[in-house]
């Protein structure tokens, strides 16, 4: 309510500012004697009163965007923790579904930090946990030595990948892509895209070095159930078909663009399938290195920006430093927010510029400041990032299964280890009541709000994505059987899990 009355205050002042604007130029401050000089001094104070209306109004725009949108933040959180407590005291399945929804959204951990003081004098385990080291930065992508004529002819060019693109819709299968493209299927993706939108012409792109950067990039993605290559190819071919949205036509640069794409590339690279807390909670390097905030986030961009400075792999060289500023700024905010600590935030900020648009411009999208048009952006990688419930249920259960499978792998390393398991490691909990739950705190508000800002054009999306939730609805009457730990995986299971997995180096031994 104080938001919306916020965006009104706001809108009314532009108005009479317009007003006072057309009534100085007709006046022109004359006096009442025809054809009188202008007085100075009045025509000063009108100067000077123009400029405190304006800082009155920037002022509340900054209001508008920043507390508004912690209000909403903590808005959004407020509701969906009291309306998980009632799940998680109906059954312990529930407890652990709603202890998990809201471990992955937490923008802090204050009252976690405080307890571990309060519990400094109590003696500490000796066991001493394991580390992931970092990847080497430069290492060989692949030990095959293909030439660039053979991967754009036998890939890039082939009769499956042509067919696949012949028809682009949401709803695209990228484990099929991964299928006809013999693993590949980042590679393919980044080529289509970028050549379907004219973008090596327009950023002034070479694309041979294009793709050996995308090449090293696809081969750090690791041998992880869920973060891998195939899952970049997916995120990449959604926020491509997002960007195409009528009322994001007119506001996006080419640069801006050309990033959005980037960073949906890059967005997941070298992740070891272990999530933000698992690194913090065994002291991984990782996490000391990056003190703890968004550790993997961080890791993703430094390693991509690293892997970009060898001359071969650099795509950039043809670009002015401002330019090369603008993309490296547009790709670190546009990753940051795939940190599913911060999404309530970027929720809130997201909604917040909706609802100050409809009262300000009419529902006309204008975004004329940067942090407004990253703010959508950051919104749209972050819908790409949370689309695979969105897709029809073969693939999207196909996705369900391998982000459970990782996390009960996790969970089984963390008992190894005596530390804490996270709630979605527990392999007897139900998977059909974890992507309801999901779906209905997490993804729905999300993209419900980025279909109202791109309204029409996501709205059939939306409906996808509740047929989906009834599907896993329906299925909760039966009780799901506890997968094995990854001790107790025969050949057979594991290859269940592999299957449409890229044959790429693994990052974690299970």
């Given at each position: 309510?104080?938001m919306?009355?916020?965006c009104q205050?706001?809108?009314n002042?532009?108005?009479?500012?317009a007003?006072?604007t057309?009534?100085?130029d007709?006046?022109?401050?004359?006096?009442v004697?025809?054809n009188?000089?202008v007085?100075?001094?009045?025509?000063?104070?009108?100067?000077?009163?123009m400029?405190?209306?304006?800082w009155?109004v920037?002022?509340?725009?900054?209001?508008?965007r920043?507390?508004?949108?912690?209000?909403?933040?903590?808005?959004?959180q407020?509701?969906?923790?009291?309306?998980?407590?009632?799940?998680s005291e109906?059954s312990v399945s529930g407890?652990?579904?709603?202890?998990?929804?809201?471990?992955?959204?937490?923008s802090?951990?204050?009252?976690?930090?405080d307890?571990?003081?309060?519990?400094?004098?109590?003696?500490?385990?000796?066991?001493s946990?394991?580390?992931?080291?970092?990847?080497?930065v430069?290492?060989?992508?692949?030990?095959?030595?293909?030439?660039?004529?053979?991967?754009?002819?036998?890939?890039?060019?082939s009769?499956?990948?042509?067919?696949?693109?012949?028809?682009?819709?949401?709803?695209?299968d990228?484990?099929?892509l991964n299928?006809?493209t013999?693993?590949?299927?980042?590679?393919?993706?980044?080529?289509h895209?970028f050549?379907?939108?004219d973008?090596?012409?327009?950023?002034?792109?070479?694309?041979?070095v294009?793709?050996?950067?995308?090449r090293?990039?696809e081969s750090?993605?690791c041998?992880?159930?869920?973060?891998n290559?195939i899952?970049?190819a997916?995120?990449?071919?959604?926020a491509?078909?997002?960007?195409?949205?009528?009322?994001?036509?007119p506001i996006?640069?080419?640069l801006?663009v050309f990033?959005?794409?980037v960073?949906?590339?890059?967005?997941d690279v070298?992740?070891?399938?272990?999530?933000?807390?698992f690194?913090?909670?065994t002291?991984?390097?990782l996490?000391?290195l990056?003190?703890?905030e968004s550790v993997?986030?961080n890791h993703?961009?430094a390693l991509a920006?690293?892997?970009?400075?060898?001359?071969?792999r650099?795509?950039?060289?043809?670009?002015c430093?401002?330019?090369?500023q603008?993309?490296r700024?547009?790709?670190?905010d546009?990753v940051?927010a795939?940190d599913?600590s911060r999404?309530?935030?970027?929720?809130?900020?997201?909604k917040t510029l909706?609802?100050?648009?409809?009262v300000?411009n009419?529902?006309?999208l204008?975004l004329?400041?940067?942090?407004?048009r990253?703010?959508?952006?950051?919104g749209?990688?972050?819908c790409?990032?949370?689309?695979?419930?969105?897709?029809?249920?073969?693939?999207a259960?196909?996705?369900?299964?391998?982000i459970?499978?990782?996390?009960y792998?996790q969970g089984?390393?963390e008992?190894?280890?005596?530390?804490?398991?996270?709630?979605?490691?527990d392999?007897s909990?139900?998977?059909?009541?974890?992507?309801v739950?999901f779906?209905?705190?997490?993804?729905y508000?999300?993209?419900?709000?980025?279909a109202?800002?791109?309204?029409?054009d996501?709205q059939?999306i939306?409906?996808?994505?509740?047929t989906?939730?009834?599907?896993w609805?329906?299925r909760?009457v039966?009780?799901?059987?506890p997968?094995p730990s990854s001790d107790e995986l025969?050949?057979d299971?594991?290859t269940?899990v592999a299957d449409?997995?890229?044959?790429r180096?693994?990052?974690?031994?299970?």
């Amino acid at each position: 309510m104080v938001m919306l009355l916020c965006c009104q205050i706001l809108a009314n002042l532009r108005c009479v500012r317009a007003n006072l604007t057309t009534l100085l130029d007709e006046e022109k401050l004359t006096t009442v004697e025809k054809n009188a000089s202008v007085d100075e001094g009045l025509a000063q104070l009108a100067r000077d009163t123009m400029m405190e209306f304006d800082w009155c109004v920037q002022k509340l725009e900054t209001v508008d965007r920043v507390k508004m949108g912690s209000l909403a933040q903590d808005k959004f959180q407020r509701v969906m923790t009291r309306e998980l407590s009632q799940l998680s005291e109906r059954s312990v399945s529930g407890h652990r579904v709603a202890e998990w929804v809201q471990d992955i959204t937490r923008s802090d951990r204050d009252e976690e930090i405080d307890r571990a003081i309060e519990k400094s004098s109590i003696d500490q385990e000796t066991q001493s946990p394991t580390l992931i080291q970092p990847t080497a930065v430069l290492e060989a992508g692949s030990s095959a030595h293909t030439s660039q004529q053979d991967i754009l002819h036998g890939v890039l060019n082939s009769k499956g990948v042509t067919e696949f693109f012949k028809h682009e819709v949401w709803d695209m299968d990228v484990f099929h892509l991964n299928v006809v493209t013999g693993n590949s299927p980042l590679v393919a993706a980044a080529y289509h895209v970028f050549k379907s939108r004219d973008l090596f012409s327009e950023m002034k792109v070479v694309p041979s070095v294009f793709l050996n950067f995308i090449r090293i990039i696809e081969s750090k993605y690791c041998l992880n159930p869920y973060h891998n290559a195939i899952h970049a190819a997916d995120v990449l071919l959604a926020a491509n078909h997002l960007l195409k949205a009528k009322a994001l036509e007119p506001i996006f640069t080419k640069l801006e663009v050309f990033a959005a794409l980037v960073a949906a590339i890059i967005h997941d690279v070298d992740h070891p399938g272990r999530n933000n807390q698992f690194l913090v909670s065994t002291e991984d390097t990782l996490a000391i290195l990056y003190n703890d905030e968004s550790v993997l986030e961080n890791h993703h961009l430094a390693l991509a920006f690293e892997l970009m400075k060898d001359p071969t792999r650099n795509f950039l060289e043809n670009m002015c430093k401002s330019q090369r500023q603008a993309f490296r700024k547009l790709i670190i905010d546009m990753v940051l927010a795939t940190d599913m600590s911060r999404h309530f935030k970027h929720l809130g900020q997201l909604k917040t510029l909706l609802e100050s648009n409809n009262v300000a411009n009419n529902g006309l999208l204008l975004l004329d400041k940067y942090h407004d048009r990253v703010e959508v952006l950051q919104g749209l990688l972050h819908c790409a990032d949370l689309s695979n419930q969105t897709k029809s249920f073969h693939i999207a259960s196909q996705w369900s299964q391998r982000i459970m499978d990782e996390s009960y792998r996790q969970g089984d390393e963390e008992r190894k280890l005596g530390i804490p398991v996270n709630p979605l490691g527990d392999r007897s909990i139900s998977i059909e009541k974890c992507q309801v739950t999901f779906i209905e705190y997490i993804v729905y508000p999300l993209w419900e709000t980025w279909a109202e800002l791109v309204y029409p054009d996501a709205q059939d999306i939306v409906y996808s994505l509740m047929t989906t939730k009834d599907e896993w609805q329906s299925r909760m009457v039966h009780s799901p059987s506890p997968l094995p730990s990854s001790d107790e995986l025969t050949e057979d299971t594991a290859t269940t899990v592999a299957d449409s997995t890229p044959t790429r180096r693994p990052c974690h031994a299970t």
